[in-house]
Every structure is written in C-alpha cells, then in structure tokens.
C-alpha cells in the first residue's frame, strides 16, 4: 500500500493507494482503478470492509477530502471534482472508476459530468446532488446541526449529529458503529462555522448530466432520508446508462449496514 500526502492547488490531500492483490506488478498496471469517496463529517476509514475485498482484484485508490481525516482544513478557493482529478494525475492514473456515497457520491458525479474522459464507470451510493433545493429534511437538519456546535460546542454537535436518521441503523452492527464514533471523535467540525471556501461545479448537475455515458450504478437504502431517495431516483431517470438498486433493511451508510451484499453488488457490477 502506497500512503501519503499530494500536493494539489493551493494545499495538499492525503490518500492510500493499494494495488491488486491477485495479480503482478506488470497485471497490476493495467487493472482498473476503483476511487472511494467518504460521506461528509467522515473520511477514508469509512471504506476498510471495501478496501479489504475489493483490493483482492482492482487497485483502490481512497483519500480524504480536504478537512477531513488527514487532509489541513482549506483556507483557499478549491474544487472537490478538482481536487480528484489532480489526485489521480499525481498518481499518474489515466481513468478511474468513482465510488462515492452521501456527500462523496455528490463528488463522484460532479467528476464523472466534468471529466467523462476520465472516467470507466460511476457508482453512486446514497447520492446527493449539487445545486439539491436545501429545504430538506436534511438540510434542516443540518442547520441545526450549525446551531448546536455554535452554542453547545463540538461534542454536543457531534453527539446531536450520532442521533440522525443516517446512522441509526447502524446500532444492528457495533464494529461499524463503534468506526463511525471513532471517524467522528477525529472530526473538527470545521464545515459547520462557515469557513469553507468551496467552490461549486461549472455544469449544474440538476440540469444538465448529458456528459455521464459511462456505466452507472446508484443505490440506496430504503430507510434512508427522502432526499438522498429523491436524488437517487433524479439520477438513475437523468442518465440513460444507469442501473437503480434499492436495498431493503438499510438507511443511509449501506456500505457498513449490509457490507456483504453491497460488496456483492459493486464487484457484480463491475
């Protein structure tokens, strides 16, 4: 496993790259390579049980978005999409498969519409979209989520945000809820006061996913929020290549919720 930090505009990120098991190093050029990309408030560690299978057979690339985990906190103008692509050209990677869910899925598309030419495949897990109308019940949510860290305090944040209908489901499996309470231990709830310089995608993918022709999957889990339900559906309508799975017994982090199956599906897939 290669890990490190890489220099991208105006920062750095850090990422783990890990190379096919099952094949020599000549074979392991040529194997595809699978981007996992985190949920918002979590980082890289998130994907271990995915990492575990799906290194066996493809190189997997994971990293953590700038804030999270090991990447600084950004205090200059960037682009998550962006960051991605000088990511995988520092790597000197020519085309991925991009993997992401809840805020990653968000990343996933926003590349995979920006950099067709970049991209073998896109999987879609619990998605959100950018330019998603916000008066949701998970941008509500959130918005107290702001409120709480900025009159209680982080941990009071972090112990509110533990509450959400995202993580529920996650009591049935005390491995991944335990990884969860440990990613978010770590977590500086840095986005929640108003410091990050994000900038938003060129093409609105609300309106326009015509440059995704690549095969797609998107899933989600039935007991999950209605937005990420919604956009899920949005996606799968809007583009053409696309297969929709929904899965019963499972909310939102479904690739810690029914590990197994999902990983089932995604190697099926691909």
Known sequence: MESGFTKISQGKIYYEYYKAIKTSQAESRQCPTIVLIHGNTLDLRMWEPQIKFLSKQYNVL???????GKSPIPDEPYSRHKDLLELIDSLNIKKVIVVGISLGALVAVDFANAYPQKTLGLIALS???????????LGLYWKKLIEIQKTKGDKAAKNFWLKAKLFENLD???????MIKM??????????????PRIHPQIDPTKNLDNIKCKTLIMFGEKDMQVFIDCAKFLHEKIKNSKLIAIQDASHLINLERIDFVNKIINNFL
């Open 62 to 68: 994971v990293y953590d978005m700038r804030g999270f």
């Open 127 to 137: 998605p959100v979209i950018s330019f998603w109308q916000s008066n949701t019940e």
């Open 172 to 178: 049935k499996n005390i491995r991944a809820k335990s």
């Open 183 to 196: 990613i978010l231990a770590d977590y500086s709830c840095w986005n929640l006061k108003g410091i990050d």
